[in-house]
């Protein structure tokens, strides 16, 4: 394999950090527009308003009744703040991980299940690396920073590009406000994903950036500016697990060009809708797509997958995984399943390689990643066109 030129470099960090100040006009701490959330006209607030013919104001303010307090001065945290919500609104990116199994139980953060160890040849992989020096974003909602699974691999720093501040974190407001049923509904989503990456990547450094209110919506503006900051931070391997319901801005695309051409690694999930037809987000032919199997290596019946031949089409479990949570106290851990974790699996293997060939580039990566596979099979026993994930052949082939 041809190696391509590395993008690292202090010059590619100042150029991108100018870009990234152009396009928001200010610092990234300052809060980008939001429109009202108090009009029932609002294209953000109009499930808020329903049947009862009133507005009610969205993320109402959480008690702090958690305990939470400063985080370490060391690195450079805010106090904690209960995050403000939105309804669905237009050109919105929303989490593709929305729960199958979750069920919530105490316990220490097992960092490779049996399981999961003998599937994807975890321990093998860690004989050559486990990702080390590897920034990994995770591009989500739903953080609890709190979480012993992922407190002691967070960045220096994260961004929230929805309050436009730099405390990624939030547990919630208590109500159900885009009445699905489920109250704070994306909760826990970020922090899961940011475990799983960790599972595969245990010293890769966690960054989180949140796009996502605390019901698992947010839109592709927000998106922007989160993967802008996630440039402008470092970061190596950029992991999206989410789907945009309106389509996807070309500028939205161009900018995961432009980040494959960098060098950086975009992961993207590609739905749970079980049909033949990838999330709008992960449409880019710049990055990696990613579905998901079971533990016998069967299609996951909710995992989208690709109508037609895709080269930078991957699986990797994605059923009845066991990760952190965060909800209701901050050991809290769990049951998921959803191609959002699978994704995470995956970025946490680009991290690997990141890590084991420093000299290669996104694309290079995405290579010997979807050319490190096993095979997998549909729910009839046939042989899919596309494999699951290898880690021993990802670093070592």
Not at 117 to 141: E, F, K, M
Not at 190 to 212: D, Q
Not at 247 to 272: E, F, H, Q, S
Not at 361 to 390: C, F, K, Q
């Amino acid at each position: 394999m041809t190696t391509r030129q590395p993008r690292r470099g202090l010059g590619r960090h100042l150029a991108v950090l100018a870009a990234l100040l152009f396009t928001l006009g200010g610092a990234p701490s300052e809060a980008p527009a939001r429109a009202d959330s108090s009009a029932c006209g609002s294209q953000l607030t109009w499930r808020a308003c329903g049947a009862r013919k009133r507005a009610r104001p969205l993320g109402k303010k959480a008690r702090n009744d958690r305990g939470w307090g400063t985080r370490s001065a060391k690195r450079g945290w805010g106090t904690h703040k209960a995050k403000r919500s939105k309804s669905q609104g237009q050109d919105t990116n929303r989490s593709a991980g929305k729960s199958t199994t979750m069920h919530l139980v105490d316990g220490d953060f097992m960092i490779s299940g049996p399981a999961l160890d003998a599937q994807l040849r975890v321990r093998a992989a860690h004989a050559v690396t486990r990702g080390a020096g590897v920034v990994v974003a995770v591009v989500d909602g739903g953080f609890n920073l709190r979480h012993p699974a992922i407190a002691d691999a967070l960045h220096p720093y994260g961004y929230d590009a929805i309050d436009g501040d730099m405390d990624a974190h939030d547990m919630g407001n208590g109500w159900d406000d885009d009445f699905d049923g489920v109250t704070d509904g994306g909760v826990g989503h970020g922090t899961f994903v940011a475990g799983m990456v960790r599972r595969i990547a245990p010293e890769a450094s966690i960054l989180p950036i949140r796009v996502r209110d605390d019901e698992g919506w947010g839109t592709d503006d927000e998106l922007e500016r989160g993967l802008m900051v996630a440039w402008a931070l470092g970061a190596d391997v950029v992991n999206i697990s989410g789907e945009s319901t309106r389509g996807l801005p070309g500028r939205v695309a161009a900018l995961v060009r432009k980040m494959r051409k960098a060098g950086i690694v975009v992961v993207n999930a590609a739905g749970n809708s079980g049909t033949l037809s990838v999330s709008q987000v992960a449409r880019s032919k710049d990055s990696l797509i990613v579905g998901a199997v079971d533990g016998e290596d069967r299609l996951a019946p909710f995992s989208n997958r690709p109508a037609e031949a895709q080269r930078y089409f991957v699986l990797a479990p994605g059923v009845d995984l066991h990760g952190p949570v965060g909800i209701g106290h901050d050991e809290s851990n769990g049951y998921w399943s959803g191609t959002s974790f699978a994704t995470a699996l995956v970025s946490g293997a680009a991290a690997l390689v990141r890590a084991a060939e420093p000299r290669f580039d996104a694309l290079d990566i995405m290579d010997r990643i979807t050319e490190s596979v096993d095979p997998a099979w549909d729910a009839h026993g046939r042989m899919l066109p596309y494999g699951r994930i290898n880690l021993q052949q990802v670093v070592t082939r």
